[in-house]
Structures are given as structure tokens and as C-alpha cells.
């Protein structure tokens, strides 16, 4: 008799069937796609004894086979949570989790980081768990990237790896509204700016589905470097604040702050260079600090800390560097899914730069990116679904150097090379500005494929 029935054979999904099954649960899974592949994830299910059917779209009737016994429902991060379906689900007393629901169910006697934040936080999650590593402490991260939550609670309770100390989740705005018992025992929020307003309709709704994560945190931590999150500050009662620019961001002072002479340091002493983390830019700053703030708290000394940090490699596609064509240094920053987060990368980089954009255009305010496109570009190549309409926004912010449209990123790539060493480029810098749904499944497959692109030229293999 099935009661709980999850929707969508992606990564989150199949995790979530998977655990649920593992748990006692009687489960079906639906998806409403067809093809090669989801019939090769789907029979990797049904092996499992999981009822799997495909070419069913989300409507009450692929529920009904069920529905007299359904009790829950068990959505993937890619459905809106008012979905005209989910409600009338509701509406039948079904009630309704996204997947970190369910793995949080399984894994909350685990400490939990939660970090959330338009952009910065899957730099923050790799480096916090990173620290914790070095300093002796379990702490696997996953969520909205790597490990699903639900296979980490599977692995879990196979008993195949030991309890871990702490667990450190990236956690996207999709997934904390599907999820709104999670009470992580830290939270931290990097930043926030306009992003998937097309899902949430709205900065005010979007910037309340973060909030409630950290109103649910036992201890939260801000970056009062971020200007949205300075204007809340007065609404909140307590957390920790830290800062990269200014020991008083406001007027209101930081409980952790980089002084004039670059250290690290806290309201009664210096604890270490903030140049123990390598990576470049001023949003990298913010990101130790943010890191430096949770490790303290969960009880690491400045020495441990700044160790750890001193040890790390940076994130693949995250300005990643990829060494030189020419004598042109490139960087992979797929990540850079919006415009915030691309001029955050242009910031970092040294001019003249050769900028890579292109994909699926996102909402949002780009005057800030076309802004660091007149400081640091010296010509930018456009590629994907949203080129022309890149095109025309850089052109009518009167970018003065060359604009140039290919049909996709091989094309793109020739010509960035070209044009970086027609022009002297100090850097090469893939940064989309846009989603890669366009042409890609996800980012990190973007990025593979940047790193592919660059690895051939490299070799003269062009």
C-alpha cells in the first residue's frame, strides 16, 4: 500500500526514494519526462523494489492510483512550492516535503551548519568543511551541491562511514521553503541580492524564505559587508556580524572584522593575516571571515583556523584557475550564474579582461556587472540562448570594446583566445552572468566543458 509518493528522478529525488524506502516507507516515484536515461534511473529503482513511472506529468491524476492511502508527497528543489497541483495535494490532507525535509528527519541528531545566501555560499560550505577536516573534525558537505542530504543520511544509516561531528549544507531558497523544519544548530547567510524572482515573485519573498532559516538557527551569522543584510541588522537580536571593509559597517560594530593592517581579528585581539586564504577577491574575504566566525563558534582556535584556511585549494568553477594561454592567465567561474556573482568575479580579476557571458538570462539588476565590464574588459565574447539580449544591454551601456556573438561556447572559446592575445589580455575569465540550462544541465557541466575547451589550446590540440 503506497502512502508516500516523490516526484522527479533527479539527484534529490532518487536520494529521497532511496532513503524513505530504506526507512520502512512504502514509496512510488513519478517523473513526467521520457528517455534513455530516466529509463536507466528508473530501473535502477525498480531493481531496488521501488514503483517507478514515467510520462506522468504533475497533475492530481498520477496520484490517483494512490491517492485513498497517499499521506505525503516528496517534491525535488525544481517545483515551485505553489504549484497549482501541491496545493490541491494539500488541500486532500497530503502533506507536502521537499527533500531536505526528509533527510532532515534522518540526520538531526547530527549538528548542522546551514548556509545560505545568493551568492557565496558554496564557497563558504567547501572552505568550513574544509577547516573543520583539518582540525580533526568530521564535517562531509552536501545539499544543494555534491551529496545529496538524503544519500548522506543513507550512507549514514548503512552504517558504512562513522557518525560525523558536525554536517555543513549549502541550502538553496528552493530548498528551505520546501523544508521549514530544518533548525540548523549554526547558520550563516553570505549575501543577498535579486535572484530567481521568476520562482519566488518577488526580493521581499525571496529575502524571507532565507530569513526563516536563520531565525531557526541556534546562533546565526551575517555579513554585514552585504548592503541588504546591513539594513536588516536592527531586526535581528543577537548572531554574530563580521566585516571585510570597516570594523563599523553603519555605524554598528562587527564582532569580526579585517583591521587596516590586514588582520583578522575580534573585539579584544588580533588572531591572524588575512592572507592565509590565497583565493582572489574582495568577496573571498567576506567568505573567511563568514568561515573563521561558524569554526570559532563550534570551538576551534585562531591557529587551527588559520591553518586549515592556509591549506585550502579553492573550488572548481569558482574562479578556478587553469593556468596560461600564451601569456594569458584563464579562470573558470561557471558558478557565476547571475550578474551579482559575475561582477563579484570581475572584481577580482586583474584588467584587461576577455570576459566569456552567456546562457539562460536570470532577472536582476545588471548595472553593477556592466559597471565592472567598462573598469576591466577589454572586449567581451557572448555565446548561448541569451546573446543577443547580453548584446544588447552591454551595447547600450556603451561598452567601449568589442562585442561578439557565437552560437555556443567552443566557438566562443576560439575566439576569447584570439582576442586575448590580439589585445594583451592579463586574463582570460569565463563568467556567464546567466544559468546554463540553455546548453548545459547544470554549471559544473559548463565548467567541464570550459576546462575541456582550455585543455585542448593548452596542448595545441585546437
Given at each position: 500500500?503506497?502512502?508516500?509518493?516523490?516526484?522527479?528522478?533527479?539527484?534529490?529525488?532518487?536520494?529521497?526514494?532511496?532513503?524513505?524506502?530504506?526507512?520502512?516507507?512504502?514509496?512510488?516515484?513519478?517523473?513526467?519526462?521520457?528517455?534513455?536515461?530516466?529509463?536507466?534511473?528508473?530501473?535502477?529503482?525498480?531493481?531496488?523494489?521501488?514503483?517507478?513511472?514515467?510520462?506522468?506529468?504533475?497533475?492530481?491524476?498520477?496520484?490517483?492510483?494512490?491517492?485513498?492511502?497517499?499521506?505525503?508527497?516528496?517534491?525535488?528543489?525544481?517545483?515551485?512550492?505553489?504549484?497549482?497541483?501541491?496545493?490541491?495535494?494539500?488541500?486532500?490532507?497530503?502533506?507536502?516535503?521537499?527533500?531536505?525535509?526528509?533527510?532532515?528527519?534522518?540526520?538531526?541528531?547530527?549538528?548542522?551548519?546551514?548556509?545560505?545566501?545568493?551568492?557565496?555560499?558554496?564557497?563558504?560550505?567547501?572552505?568550513?568543511?574544509?577547516?573543520?577536516?583539518?582540525?580533526?573534525?568530521?564535517?562531509?558537505?552536501?545539499?544543494?551541491?555534491?551529496?545529496?542530504?538524503?544519500?548522506?543520511?543513507?550512507?549514514?544509516?548503512?552504517?558504512?562511514?562513522?557518525?560525523?561531528?558536525?554536517?555543513?549544507?549549502?541550502?538553496?531558497?528552493?530548498?528551505?521553503?520546501?523544508?521549514?523544519?530544518?533548525?540548523?544548530?549554526?547558520?550563516?547567510?553570505?549575501?543577498?541580492?535579486?535572484?530567481?524572482?521568476?520562482?519566488?515573485?518577488?526580493?521581499?519573498?525571496?529575502?524571507?524564505?532565507?530569513?526563516?532559516?536563520?531565525?531557526?538557527?541556534?546562533?546565526?551569522?551575517?555579513?554585514?559587508?552585504?548592503?541588504?543584510?546591513?539594513?536588516?541588522?536592527?531586526?535581528?537580536?543577537?548572531?554574530?556580524?563580521?566585516?571585510?571593509?570597516?570594523?563599523?559597517?553603519?555605524?554598528?560594530?562587527?564582532?569580526?572584522?579585517?583591521?587596516?593592517?590586514?588582520?583578522?581579528?575580534?573585539?579584544?585581539?588580533?588572531?591572524?593575516?588575512?592572507?592565509?586564504?590565497?583565493?582572489?577577491?574582495?568577496?573571498?574575504?567576506?567568505?573567511?571571515?563568514?568561515?573563521?566566525?561558524?569554526?570559532?563558534?563550534?570551538?576551534?582556535?585562531?591557529?587551527?583556523?588559520?591553518?586549515g584556511l592556509r591549506s585550502f585549494r579553492g573550488v572548481a568553477h569558482r574562479l578556478e584557475p587553469l593556468g596560461c594561454v600564451g601569456g594569458t592567465q584563464v579562470f573558470n567561474d561557471s558558478k557565476a550564474t547571475n550578474y551579482d556573482a559575475a561582477a563579484m568575479g570581475l572584481r577580482a580579476m586583474q584588467g584587461p579582461v576577455?570576459?566569456?557571458?552567456?546562457?539562460?538570462?536570470?532577472?536582476?539588476?545588471?548595472?553593477?556587472?556592466?559597471?565592472?565590464?567598462?573598469?576591466?574588459?577589454?572586449?567581451?565574447?557572448?555565446?548561448?540562448?541569451?546573446?543577443?539580449?547580453?548584446?544588447?544591454?552591454?551595447?547600450?551601456?556603451?561598452?567601449?570594446?568589442?562585442?561578439?556573438?557565437?552560437?555556443?561556447?567552443?566557438?566562443?572559446?576560439?575566439?576569447?583566445?584570439?582576442?586575448?592575445?590580439?589585445?594583451?589580455?592579463?586574463?582570460?575569465?569565463?563568467?556567464?552572468?546567466?544559468?546554463?540550462?540553455?546548453?548545459?544541465?547544470?554549471?559544473?557541466?559548463?565548467?567541464?566543458?570550459?576546462?575541456?575547451?582550455?585543455?585542448?589550446?593548452?596542448?595545441?590540440?585546437?
Amino acid at each position: 500500500m503506497i502512502q508516500t509518493v516523490v516526484v522527479g528522478l533527479g539527484r534529490s529525488g532518487i536520494g529521497a526514494a532511496r532513503l524513505l524506502q530504506a526507512s520502512g516507507h512504502s514509496i512510488a516515484v513519478i517523473d513526467s519526462g521520457l528517455g534513455e536515461l530516466l529509463e536507466t534511473k528508473a530501473e535502477g529503482l525498480r531493481r531496488q523494489g521501488i514503483d517507478v513511472r514515467l510520462q506522468a506529468p504533475l497533475a492530481i491524476d498520477s496520484f490517483r492510483p494512490w491517492l485513498d492511502n497517499l499521506q505525503r508527497v516528496v517534491i525535488s528543489p525544481g517545483i515551485p512550492w505553489d504549484h497549482p497541483t501541491i496545493k490541491q495535494l494539500r488541500q486532500h490532507g497530503i502533506a507536502v516535503d521537499g527533500e531536505m525535509a526528509v533527510a532532515w528527519d534522518a540526520l538531526k541528531h547530527i549538528p548542522w551548519v546551514g548556509i545560505t545566501g545568493t551568492n557565496g555560499k558554496t564557497t563558504v560550505t567547501h572552505l568550513l568543511s574544509h577547516v573543520l577536516y583539518e582540525a580533526g573534525l568530521a564535517a562531509p558537505m552536501g545539499g544543494n551541491m555534491g551529496v545529496s542530504a538524503a544519500d548522506m543520511a543513507l550512507t549514514l544509516q548503512q552504517g558504512s562511514t562513522p557518525s560525523p561531528d558536525w554536517l555543513v549544507m549549502e541550502l538553496s531558497s528552493y530548498q528551505i521553503e520546501a523544508a521549514d523544519r530544518i533548525r540548523p544548530r549554526i547558520g550563516i547567510w553570505t549575501t543577498l541580492t535579486p535572484d530567481h524572482l521568476e520562482r519566488h515573485g518577488s526580493v521581499d519573498a525571496y529575502r524571507a524564505i532565507k530569513r526563516g532559516l536563520l531565525e531557526r538557527s541556534d546562533h546565526a551569522i551575517f555579513n554585514a559587508g552585504d548592503p541588504d543584510l546591513r539594513q536588516q541588522r536592527q531586526s535581528w537580536t543577537g548572531g554574530t556580524w563580521v566585516s571585510a571593509e570597516s570594523a563599523q559597517p553603519d555605524g554598528h560594530p562587527a564582532d569580526l572584522w579585517i583591521d587596516a593592517e590586514g588582520w583578522v581579528r575580534d573585539r579584544k585581539q588580533r588572531l591572524f593575516p588575512a592572507e592565509a586564504l590565497a583565493m582572489p577577491g574582495a568577496h573571498n574575504r567576506q567568505n573567511l571571515l563568514l568561515v573563521t566566525a561558524a569554526a570559532r563558534q563550534i570551538g576551534l582556535s585562531p591557529a587551527s583556523i588559520e591553518a586549515g584556511l592556509r591549506s585550502f585549494r579553492g573550488v572548481a568553477h569558482r574562479l578556478e584557475p587553469l593556468g596560461c594561454v600564451g601569456g594569458t592567465q584563464v579562470f573558470n567561474d561557471s558558478k557565476a550564474t547571475n550578474y551579482d556573482a559575475a561582477a563579484m568575479g570581475l572584481r577580482a580579476m586583474q584588467g584587461p579582461v576577455v570576459v566569456l557571458a552567456g546562457g539562460s538570462i536570470k532577472q536582476g539588476d545588471a548595472s553593477d556587472w556592466l559597471n565592472e565590464l567598462h573598469r576591466k574588459a577589454c572586449a567581451v565574447v557572448l555565446f548561448g540562448a541569451g546573446a543577443e539580449e547580453l548584446q544588447g544591454l552591454i551595447a547600450t551601456a556603451g561598452f567601449p570594446g568589442p562585442l561578439t556573438l557565437c552560437k555556443d561556447l567552443p566557438a566562443a572559446v576560439d575566439h576569447a583566445v584570439q582576442s586575448a592575445d590580439a589585445l594583451g589580455a592579463s586574463n582570460l575569465l569565463l563568467s556567464p552572468a546567466c544559468a546554463s540550462f540553455d546548453q548545459y544541465r547544470d554549471f559544473e557541466a559548463r565548467g567541464d566543458h570550459f576546462k575541456q575547451l582550455i585543455q585542448q589550446v593548452q596542448s595545441g590540440a585546437n
